[in-house]
T-cell receptor, first 113, second 110 residues
Framework: EAQVTQNPRYLITVTGKKLTVTCSQN?????MSWYRQDPGLGLRQIYY???????DKGDVPEGYKVSRKEKRNFPLILESPSPNQTSLYFC????????????FGPGTRLTVT | RKEVEQDPGPFNVPEGATVAFNCTYS??????FFWYRQDCRKEPKLLMS???SGNEDGRFTAQLNRASQYISLLIRDSKLSDSATYLC???????????FGTGTRLTVIP
């Protein structure tokens, strides 16, 4: 089954404790991205990757890091989480950035206290 | 001005009703437009792409008006299962961005 998986699905953590949210896709897509979704603000892109070892900032990259060492995986790293990073996070993959269907993972609900 | 603007609703309609959503966008150079559907606490999923000539998929019709820079989604004969949030998505100004609207919430009432 073609899918994007994310782990963990739910996470409650404390300010400053480093965490990683994993994302994996099995569709051989070159393009992957991370979004956060907040009430009244919609989905905003954090980082994206055009291919292995190619990553770039989206609209709201501050406080986040990513890596793309393998085509299928695109982890999101919060080195020092803060309460304003409490949000619902989605990983997505597609054949390309603009003209193609984006396949989203099931989401990770993060709470930083 | 936001890249993409939608009426947040909520739209509460009876089963069988016809409902229409509009979405305006700011980038006149955008070439790609989509409607996504998001169920409560779930991920967005593509409902349909929006083509210049307009397109229909069953009970759903999408239209693009480039002159006024808006896209629309029409749902005919609403079903209970249509209850969801509908996201308008537009190609962004950057090299690699899509911009998502905040969504319009639809509830179909029995």
């Amino acid at each position: 089954e073609a899918q994007v998986t994310q782990n963990p699905r739910y996470l409650i953590t404390v300010t400053g404790k480093k965490l990683t949210v994993t994302c994996s896709q099995n569709m051989n897509h070159e393009y992957m991205s991370w979004y956060r979704q907040d009430p009244g603000l919609g989905l905003r892109q954090i980082y994206y990757s055009m291919n292995v070892e190619v990553t770039d900032k989206g609209d709201v990259p501050e406080g986040y890091k990513v890596s793309r060492k393998e085509k299928r995986n695109f982890p999101l790293i919060l080195e020092s989480p803060s309460p304003n990073q409490t949000s619902l996070y989605f990983c997505a993959s597609s054949l390309g950035p603009r003209h193609y269907e984006q396949y989203f993972g099931p989401g990770t609900r993060l709470t930083v206290t | 001005r936001k890249e993409v603007e939608q009426d947040p609703g909520p739209f509460n309609v009876p089963e069988g009703a016809t409902v229409a959503f509009n979405c305006t966008y700011s980038n006149s150079a955008s070439q790609s437009f989509f409607w996504y559907r998001q169920d409560c606490r779930k991920e967005p999923k593509l409902l349909m792409s929006v083509y210049s000539s307009g397109n229909e998929d069953g009970r759903f019709t999408a239209q693009l008006n480039r002159a006024s820079q808006y896209i629309s989604l029409l749902i005919r004969d609403s079903k209970l299962s249509d209850s969801a949030t509908y996201l308008c998505v537009v190609e962004g100004t950057g090299a690699n961005n899509l911009f998502f609207g905040t969504g319009t919430r639809l509830t179909v009432i029995p």
